[in-house]
């Protein structure tokens, strides 16, 4: 089996940071696509960053200019760095990725459990 476990969330005032990060674990062949998705309450789940396994990456256009996201290939881990952070990024944040679990197996999404993320004073 595959799991991702987030860590990093919290409570941090506007205008803070805080480092999101997600390991993969399990049987894992190969990782395409890692991203990072919020919900906040009452609203659809939305998609905040993606990175391929080749280093391209999509920001929506919520987080450009605050948020990076990177990936560790050899640690199967994804980080995502967030600044200057507002009360309208409160959610929780979920970690997703397309797995493969042996060579000859297809490509399957996971998601982790997701962090909660407070931007308040």
């Known amino acids: 089996q595959v799991q991702l476990v987030e860590s990093g969330g919290g409570l941090v005032q506007p205008g803070g940071s805080l480092r999101l990060s997600c390991a993969a674990s399990?049987?894992?062949?190969?990782?395409?696509?890692m991203g990072w998705y919020r919900q906040a309450p009452g609203k659809q789940r939305e998609l905040v960053a993606h990175i391929t396994a080749g280093g391209s990456i999509f920001y929506a256009d919520s987080a450009k200019g605050r948020f990076t996201i990177s990936r560790d290939n050899a640690k199967d881990t994804v980080i995502l760095e967030m600044n200057s952070l507002k009360p309208e990024d409160t959610a929780v944040y979920y970690c997703?990725?397309?797995?493969?679990?042996?060579?000859?197996?297809?490509?399957?999404?996971?998601w982790g459990q997701g962090t909660q993320v407070t931007v308040s004073s």
């Open positions: 399990g049987t894992i062949f190969s990782i395409n696509g």
């Open positions: 997703n990725a397309d797995i493969r679990m042996r060579a000859l197996s297809s490509y399957q999404d996971y």
